[in-house]
């Protein structure tokens, strides 16, 4: 069996059609979906992703805005500013770029966001939900990875899957949709021991490290296994994924490019997520909200 490339932005061109078409509908309505992003400092990596949301929110008629703060912006600054957000019935979707500046405390930022316009699924109310197998706003990576191999009928249900990641933003929220998707699931990270002996026995591998010194190569991997690479990293200014791709493919069924394949699902993800709150608040006919 040949290798197939799972093409995320292909896929990712076809969520943003779909995605485009109900924006167009909520507009009639009265409704235009509305995006609002936060960085505070100036990561380039940070910058270069939240332009790729703003185009992108654009191509599919969501309304955008950005806030751009000052890495010396207070805690209680930006706490404001979320507060105004949260209230403001223009906007549907808030996303704090992360990471923050080590001076912020990250999970109260996460807090502030009121559940249902955190289009980044990361507030402990949208992830307990998914934990606890219902889906509402879904962090925007696991989900467009999930949509991916959806959408390549690659069988999720009663395959092994290993995860090379345990963050809020990655690893914990995947490994849960694949469990509710009935996958048997185990989780890696820096502290496991013979990672490549669990890996091997994979039937979907995602890998999730992004440094320069690790590498997934052939003998992390079963043959005909699907390989999902989520890494970016810069080496000698080339940016590339977690997977030595040129290596792996042969062995692989299916396999993600970078760029190309991840990439793209998770910016197209954010823009459905946009448009699902935006739905969730026009149910709420913007009365003031409780907490979920
Ligand atoms: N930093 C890297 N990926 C993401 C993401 O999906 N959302 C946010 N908010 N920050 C990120």
Do not use: W
Not at 99 to 128: Q, S, T, W
Not at 207 to 214: L, N, T, Y
Request: proline content about 6%; overall charge positive; glycine content about 8%.
């Amino acid at each position: 069996m040949t290798v197939t490339i799972l093409d995320g932005k292909l896929v990712a061109g076809e969520v943003k059609k779909q995605v485009a078409r109900q924006a167009e509908n909520l507009a009639k309505l009265g409704t235009k979906p509305f995006l609002a992003t936060i960085q505070v400092g100036d990561d380039p990596a940070s910058t270069s992703y939240l332009k790729a949301k703003h185009k992108a929110a654009e191509e599919v008629g969501i309304g955008s805005e950005h806030h751009h703060l000052a890495a010396d912006t207070s805690q209680s600054k930006l706490e404001a500013l979320l507060g105004q957000l949260n209230t403001n019935p223009k906007v549907h979707g808030i996303l704090v770029q992360l990471p923050l500046p080590r001076e912020f405390d990250e999970d109260a930022i996460i807090e502030k966001v009121i559940p249902y316009k955190d289009v980044d699924g990361l507030h402990p109310i949208n992830a307990g939900r998914l934990s606890a197998g219902k889906e509402t706003l879904v962090p925007c990576t696991p989900k467009g990875i999930v949509k991916l191999l959806s959408h390549y009928k690659v069988p999720i249900a009663s395959q092994f899957v290993v995860i090379i990641n345990r963050t809020t933003l990655v690893g914990r929220p995947l490994a849960n949709l694949f469990l509710n998707r009935d996958a048997t699931v185990t989780v890696c990270h820096s502290k496991t021991v013979n990672l490549a002996q669990t890996t091997r026995a994979a039937d979907i591998l995602v890998s999730a490290v992004g440094r320069e010194d690790f590498q997934i190569k052939p003998e992390h991997v079963k043959s005909d296994a699907t390989v999902i690479d989520v890494g970016l990293t810069r080496v000698e200014g080339k940016l590339r994924g977690d997977v030595d791709f040129d290596n792996v493919s042969p062995l692989a069924r299916f396999i993600t490019p970078v760029p190309g394949g991840v990439g793209p699902m998770t910016v197209a993800c954010l823009l459905e997520n946009t448009v699902e709150a935006t739905k969730i608040q026009t149910r709420r006919g913007q009365k003031e909200p409780s907490n979920s």
